[in-house]
């Protein structure tokens, strides 16, 4: 036994979001485009989810962009869905529209199809918004399409973790 060292497992990142919502008092939304709904999945799978996880939006149509989340139809025609602007205003969107202390949404391009000269297949934007600022990040993946996705989700749940962890106890809701 000696000299044996133990390995011990990373806490799931759904997890450990869970403790600092509920330790905080604060709520969240998801807005997913790339990911189908895997990053509200995850969520959902830590028992008591129901008192931090508002609600989530698959919004895979501009036309569910715009009408749901509130993207400005300019960011879609000037950026395009999958964009740094996109995501950000999908996470601000999925926020007001449910009144979560905290918003987080993916878009991109899983794959195989549907990559152009400027935006590969792979390329993937999370934002995550909350009380206390906005970041989004560009990722770029190099797996299949369902590897592009998960690894989205974990990096949308890593972001949220990392972002609910400077937001003040006792949420204030998108109104604030």
């Known amino acids: 036994m000696w000299g044996r060292v133990a390995r011990v497992a990373a806490r799931p990142l759904e997890h450990q979001l869970a403790d600092i919502l509920t330790r905080q008092e604060l709520t969240i939304a998801t807005a997913e485009s790339c990911t189908g709904g895997l990053v509200a999945h995850r969520i959902t799978t830590v028992p008591g989810s129901s008192a931090y996880f508002v609600g989530g939006i ?14 400005p139809r300019e960011v879609l025609e000037r950026y395009g869905a999958v964009s740094r602007e996109c995501a950000l205003a999908m996470a601000r969107g999925v926020r007001a529209t449910t009144g979560a202390d905290i918003g987080v949404s993916t878009t991109g391009i899983a794959g195989p199809g ?4 400027t935006k590969p297949v792979g390329l993937v934007y999370i934002a995550c918004v909350t009380p206390a600022g906005e970041v989004c990040e560009e990722h770029r993946w190099d797996g299949d399409r369902a590897d592009n996705i998960a690894r989205s989700a974990e990096a949308a749940l890593r972001l949220a ?9 006792a949420g204030t809701g998108a109104a604030s």
């Open 58 to 71: 698959v919004s895979y149509s501009n036309d569910l962009k715009e009408r749901l989340l509130h993207v």
């Open 114 to 117: 549907g990559a152009t000269p």
């Open 161 to 169: 973790v990392e972002m609910a962890r400077n937001v003040p106890s």
